[in-house]
């Protein structure tokens, strides 16, 4: 008897990854999992850019909102709630359709990772400290030093996971991308169809500027002004892009056209991270267009339907 089919969706922001779920879990039909690492979070809905109501409604959505902002959501920690929902999806015997952009997520659950060293928060407040006075590119010029891959792979600005990843490779005394080798533990049970999204790159750029634009209209700034107002700067998805240049604004560092321009590039530099990440995944079906082209969605229903469900 044939294993289930799970179909996977990766792209880079604003590629239309939402738009290709719905669409094929309205024709098979599915169930949707999360596969963002911002979208976990409650009380960002803007910033996330999550599907609204209206999309919910259309199919079964999981792991959103499941955390609140300042709680700590692991790659580790996603994967083993993601696979619990699989195996239930798979007893209702619906589509099970895996859906975001955080490559991390996403080979934690198809792949695995290994068991790092317990945390360590006496070094965690040390690195903390030093970051607050020499900034976040001082600890990613620490951990470019003592593991070039693992720097590739953390934005500078993303504080928590350089300092998680600073943090195993002092412990554990070796690169944490040494430790992400060791004692993987593959996702089971399920034919894995990829899809990735590669639309036009100045189209996406475009989309991407739109994007931004319209988060400012809907209400980010104030969005984020209450995160900071209720959490701090401990609350998680503030280090995200869009988050991250409202700080700044909200400090009175820059202006509202400054932090928007800025919100947009950090959207496209993201969005290339995204994509060389990507590249790497194997046996990729790739899409050249957006999730929400007709002809893109046609193409990946009769992939499915190829694949066999």
Partial sequence: ????????????????????????????????????????????????????AHERAQAPHHLLDIVGPTDLMTAGEYARRARQILEEIKAREHLPIVAGGTGLYLRALLEGLAEGPQRSEPLRHRLRA?????????????????????????????????????????????????????????????????????????????????????????????????????????????????????????????NRKTALWAAQQAHRNYAKRQMTWFRREPGVHWLKGFGDDPEVQAQAIEAVRSFGI
Avoid at 173 to 182: E, F, G
């Fill in 1 to 52: 008897m044939r294993e289930p089919l799970l179909v996977v969706i990766f792209g880079p922001t604003a590629s239309g990854k939402t738009a290709l779920s719905l669409a094929l879990a309205g024709r098979f039909p599915g169930e949707i999992v999360n596969c963002d690492s911002v979208a976990v979070y409650r009380e960002c809905e803007i910033g996330a850019a999550k599907p609204t």
């Fill in 130 to 254: 030093s970051a607050r006075q020499h900034g976040a590119g001082w600890l990613h010029r620490i951990l470019r030093r003592l593991d070039p891959t693992a720097a590739d792979r953390v934005h500078p600005n993303d504080l928590p996971k350089v300092v998680r990843a600073l943090e195993v490779c002092l412990v554990a005394r070796q690169p944490i991308t040494a430790v992400w080798q060791k004692g993987r533990e593959p996702l089971r049970g399920f034919r894995i169809l990829r899809f990735g999204l590669d639309p036009d790159r100045n189209a996406l750029y475009t989309r991407i500027n739109r994007r931004a634009e319209e988060m400012f209209a809907l209400g980010l700034v104030e969005e984020t002004a209450r995160l900071l107002s209720t959490y701090g700067e401990e609350a998680r998805p503030l280090q995200a892009a869009g988050y991250r240049q409202i700080l700044q604004l909200l400090r009175g560092e820059i």
